[in-house]
């Protein structure tokens, strides 16, 4: 694909220089946020078993800083490397300098700002709630206008390039470029209220299938797909082998893109989604296992006699456990799809593990291998330690195993523990804290697996850091290829029909674009298109102006971490929390609340269940109310002023995307929130707890109070 013979009748040699100044800049950013982040996570492992880590104050909280997490990895530690190894190989597979510095300066600054942005928002509150995509939207507009910087600067390149063909981890590229486009778009489209304040123009059903659309295919064409691209590339340089299969390749390519796009409603298997959308994830997600591991496949065997290497070379032990980490994880995930298995694992602890088997293994470790191979390079000095390098590998290994196991343990326990029942047809443990309880000690080898793998991560910091202060980076490395000729005919194998498309950046693009498409249009027009898929509920009425505010309340601290607002139709489910959810319960829910994960238990059917008094006091101190709980106080929202500035105004938005306030209720909302409030403030008075009314837990309140509370107000008509 990139061999030294010059085109038909060109011998031109020209000279230019590799910028690795902004590879460098990228990888020290990839270091450093990398460190943060797994400390921001071994901090929210800590607070699953030690509420007193919240630290005691709003800002330190689980529900705020999981996301900080979340994004610190995703965007910050991955984003990073991803730009790192595109613009290392770019470069060397176009033969080309890329296209602008000003464009690379622009990129990495722009990104770092937004990481920043992300790190003071998010433990402000400032949250849309969407899972992976939490960051309100002026910052989801800069994040496309940098995307499109990385863009043109990516593509630039392709067009200037030396090489005829482009290799196969640039296919990738390309497909990870116009996928995230998409995605990014479609899943941002918001009201804004304010400054830092938007409603998500989808509601219910349709806001759930786009978020899990995209949340997905954000791990598919972010973290996945990228590192598919650098795995093509990088391997084969540490290992000095040819890719073991260039049809492999194109097969794994065109199948894995078109596949990936269509799987992500099994995240969403027994909610209310319609059945025809949650049997397409299932089938499509059992399809999955094929590319994924074709790329699995067609990494190990590239090196196929070089194993002695392998034994002797750290670096590729690195690249090793990242390939079987993804073919891991690509396995566990069609199974996790299929409805038996997911009936036990959805919302559970073993899909915790699952995505860190992926996560740390498969992004951190490849990661790693590329810092370790790149550094030394650039710099032109060896390695500072090998014994640390040695030392990071098999700590990291450790730190892995005894994260994943323990919450594998934990996932299994929680599943079966909450669908038992005994010989009396009774739930054996009907306190969902019986439960939480019981699986503290896995969360606690959790925490230890995790600081074993940031004690890696610090220690490769120490390593690559002094290996760039003992040498000097070459900033313009020199190079030169033979000037790509006009005329040129192909000949041989260059006739397969797929080197035509290869030789094509925008047709290659283009096909990608198409490719993606059509499994995103045939899930997402017919649910927004198509009325009965959501039927309407007569009692399912708008949220009050108080319930408004008490919800965004609720997404602030980020209840929607630990506890879900979906009961499925189990027997076991409606045992415990009431009627199962419809679709016509979320008509005017902007966003939709549905949760991932139940660290707490399912709030949907919780309006009535307890007093006022007993929220109140839940929210202060919960051990109070639940002797062993594991949930962080909220002292400040007894004490903090609710902001009923904006109340009008976000009702004014709500009304823009459907929900049918008329101009009397917008414009006297303070006055009906000020008459519900002080019911409340009046109810909590009677059952001996003084509280003005315009304390946020008042609002907070009257939010849980209405959940759920619409569907038993048809059952009593019905009556």
Same mark, same amino acid.
């Given at each position: 694909?990139?061999g030294?013979?010059?085109?038909s009748?060109?011998t031109?040699?020209?000279?230019?220089?590799?910028d690795?100044?902004?590879?460098?800049?990228?990888?020290?950013?990839?270091?450093? #946020?990398?460190v943060?982040?797994?400390?921001?996570?071994?901090?929210i492992?800590?607070?699953?078993?030690?509420p007193?880590?919240?630290?005691?104050?709003?800002?330190?909280?689980?529900?705020r800083?999981?996301?900080?997490?979340?994004?610190?990895?995703?965007?910050?530690?991955?984003?990073?490397?991803?730009?790192?190894?595109v $613009?290392?190989?770019?470069?060397?597979?176009?033969?080309?300098r890329?296209?602008?510095?000003?464009?690379?300066?622009?990129?990495?600054?722009? /990104?770092?700002?937004?990481?920043?942005?992300?790190?003071?928002?998010?433990p402000?509150?400032?949250?849309?709630?969407?899972?992976?995509a939490?960051?309100?939207?002026?910052?989801?507009?800069?994040?496309?206008?940098?995307?499109?910087v990385?863009?043109?600067n990516?593509?630039?390149?392709?067009?200037?390039?030396?090489?005829?063909?482009l290799?196969?981890a640039?296919?990738?590229?390309?497909?990870?470029f116009i996928?995230?486009?998409?995605?990014h =778009?479609?899943n941002?489209? !918001?009201?804004?209220?304010?400054?830092?304040?938007?409603?998500y123009?989808?509601?219910?059903?349709?806001?759930?299938?786009?978020?899990?659309?995209?949340?997905?295919?954000?791990?598919?064409?972010?973290?996945?797909?990228?590192y598919?691209?650098?795995?093509?590339?990088?391997?084969?340089?540490m290992?000095?082998?040819?890719?073991?299969?260039?049809?492999?390749?194109?097969l794994?390519f @065109?199948?894995?893109?078109?596949?990936?796009? #269509?799987a992500g409603?099994?995240?969403?298997?027994?909610?209310?989604?319609?059945?025809?959308?949650?049997?397409l994830? =299932?089938?499509?997600?059992?399809m999955?296992?094929?590319?994924? @591991?074709g790329?699995?496949?067609?990494?190990?065997?590239?090196?196929?006699?070089? /194993?002695?290497?392998?034994?002797?070379?750290?670096?590729?032990?690195f690249?090793?456990?990242?390939?079987?980490? $993804?073919g891991?994880?690509t396995?566990?995930?069609?199974?996790?799809?299929?409805k038996?298995?997911n009936?036990?694992?959805?919302?559970?602890?073993?899909?915790?593990?699952?995505?860190?088997?992926?996560?740390l293994?498969?992004?951190?470790?490849?990661?790693?291998?590329?810092?370790?191979?790149?550094?030394?390079?650039?710099?032109?000095t060896p390695?500072y330690s090998?014994?640390?390098?040695n030392?990071?590998?098999?700590?990291?290994?450790?730190?892995?195993?005894f994260?994943a196991?323990?919450?594998?343990?934990?996932?299994?326990?929680?599943?079966?523990?909450?669908?038992?029942?005994?010989?009396a047809?009774?739930?054996?443990?009907?306190?969902?804290?019986?439960?939480?309880?019981?699986?503290?000690?896995?969360?606690m080898?959790?925490?230890?697996?995790?600081?074993?793998?940031?004690?890696?991560?610090?220690?490769?910091?120490?390593n690559?850091?002094?290996?760039?202060?003992?040498?000097?980076?070459?900033?313009?490395?020199?190079a030169?290829?033979?000037?790509?000729?006009?005329?040129?005919?192909?000949t041989?194998?260059?006739?397969? @029909?797929h080197?035509?498309?290869?030789?094509?950046?925008?047709?290659?693009?283009?096909?990608?674009?198409?490719?993606?498409?059509?499994?995103?249009?045939?899930?997402?027009?017919?649910?927004?298109?198509?009325?009965s898929?959501?039927?309407?509920?007569?009692?399912v009425?708008?949220?009050?102006?108080?319930?408004? !505010?008490?919800?965004?309340?609720?997404i602030?601290?980020g209840?929607v971490?630990?506890?879900?607002?979906?009961?499925?139709?189990?027997?076991?489910?409606?045992?415990?929390?009431?009627e199962? %959810?419809?679709?016509?319960?979320?008509?005017?829910?902007?966003?939709?609340?549905?949760?991932?994960?139940?660290?707490g238990?399912?709030?949907?059917?919780?309006?009535?269940?307890?007093?006022?008094? #007993?929220?109140?006091?839940h929210?202060?101190?919960?051990?109070?109310?639940?002797?062993?709980?594991?949930?962080?106080?909220?002292?400040?929202l007894?004490?903090?002023?609710?902001?009923? %500035?904006?109340?009008s105004d976000?009702?004014?938005?709500l009304r823009?995307?459907g929900v049918?306030?008329?101009?009397?209720?917008?414009?006297?909302?303070?006055?009906g929130?000020?008459?519900?409030?002080?019911?409340?403030?009046?109810?909590?008075?009677?059952?001996?707890?003084?509280?003005?009314?315009?304390?946020?837990?008042?609002?907070?309140?009257?939010?849980?109070?209405?959940?759920?509370?619409?569907?038993?107000?048809?059952?009593? %008509?019905?009556?």
């Open positions: 694909m990139t030294h013979l010059p085109p009748g060109n031109l040699i020209e000279r230019f220089a590799y690795n100044r902004i590879v460098r800049d990228f990888a020290i950013a990839t270091i450093i #946020w990398g943060i982040g797994m400390l921001v996570g071994v901090l492992a800590t607070q699953l078993f030690a007193s880590a919240n630290l005691g104050n709003q800002y330190t909280t689980f529900g800083i999981r996301p900080l997490h979340t994004n610190a990895v995703i965007f910050a530690f991955v984003g990073n490397a991803i730009f790192m190894g $613009y290392y190989s770019l470069q060397r597979l176009c033969k080309a890329m296209f602008s510095d000003l464009l690379s300066k622009i990129h990495f600054w722009g /990104w770092q700002a937004i990481i920043v942005s992300a790190v003071i928002t998010l402000l509150g400032l949250t849309s709630s969407h899972e992976y939490e960051l309100e939207w002026p910052i989801d507009i800069a994040i496309t206008l940098i995307w499109v990385f863009g043109i990516m593509f630039g390149t392709i067009i200037k390039r030396r090489e005829r063909h290799y196969v640039i296919w990738f590229y390309i497909a990870t996928t995230i486009a998409v995605l =778009v479609v941002s489209f !918001q009201m804004p209220v304010s400054l830092f304040k938007s409603y123009v989808y509601a219910g059903v349709q806001d759930a299938l786009v978020q899990w659309w995209y949340g997905h295919n954000a791990v598919a064409f972010f973290l996945t797909t990228p598919l691209g650098m795995m093509y590339y990088f391997l084969p340089k290992a000095n082998r040819p890719v073991y299969s260039y049809r492999l390749s194109i794994h @065109w199948a894995l893109i078109f596949i990936y796009i #269509w409603p099994h995240h969403l298997l027994y909610t209310s989604l319609p059945d025809w959308a949650q049997s994830g =299932v089938v499509f997600s059992i999955l296992i094929a590319p994924s @591991w790329g699995m496949i067609n990494g190990l065997l590239t090196l196929r006699g070089a /194993w002695d290497k392998v034994r002797e070379d750290t670096i590729l032990k690249m090793v456990v990242a390939l079987t980490s $993804y891991m994880a396995f566990e995930g069609p199974m996790l799809a299929l038996n298995v009936a036990i694992a959805h919302f559970t602890d073993w899909i915790v593990a699952h995505v860190h088997v992926g996560a293994g498969w992004n951190g470790f490849l990661t790693f291998a590329m810092l370790y191979w790149l550094i030394p390079r650039m710099f032109r390695l090998k014994k640390l390098l030392f990071h590998f098999w700590i990291g290994t450790l730190g892995i195993l994260y196991i323990p919450m594998y343990i934990a996932g299994f326990a929680q599943g079966l523990m909450w669908k038992e029942f005994t010989d047809s009774v739930l054996k443990y009907p306190t969902f804290l019986e439960t939480t309880l019981q699986i503290l000690p896995m969360h080898m959790r925490a230890v697996g995790g600081t074993l793998y940031l004690i890696g991560a610090i220690l490769m910091a120490y690559l850091f002094k290996t760039m202060a003992i040498g000097k980076l070459v900033a313009n490395e020199d030169e290829a033979y000037a790509l000729s006009k005329a040129y005919t192909p041989g194998s260059d006739t397969f @029909w080197r035509w498309l290869e030789r094509k950046p925008f047709p290659l693009l283009v096909a990608s674009l198409v490719v993606v498409l059509i499994g995103s249009m045939i899930e997402l027009i017919p649910t927004f298109m198509v009325e898929n959501v039927p309407t509920i007569p009692s009425q708008p949220y009050t102006a108080l319930e408004v !505010q008490g919800r965004d309340l609720y602030r601290e209840c971490n630990c506890h879900s607002q979906m009961v499925r139709p189990f027997r076991s489910e409606t045992e415990r929390y009431g199962y %959810s419809k679709a016509g319960e979320f008509v005017y829910d902007h966003p939709f609340l549905w949760g991932s994960k139940r660290t238990p399912d709030l949907h059917r919780e309006g009535g269940k307890y007093p006022d008094s #007993w929220h109140y006091h929210m202060n101190e919960p051990t109070s109310m639940s002797p062993g709980s594991i949930m962080p106080s909220y002292p400040w007894i004490t903090q002023q609710l902001d009923m %500035s904006n109340t976000k009702l004014n938005a823009k995307v049918p306030y008329d101009d009397q209720t917008i414009s006297s909302a303070n006055e929130l000020k008459k519900q409030a002080n019911e409340v403030s009046g109810q909590l008075a009677k059952e001996g707890i003084k509280v003005k009314p315009d304390r946020e837990i008042v609002a907070l309140i009257a939010y849980i109070q209405r959940l759920g509370t619409d569907i038993k107000k048809m059952e009593t %008509s019905q009556k």
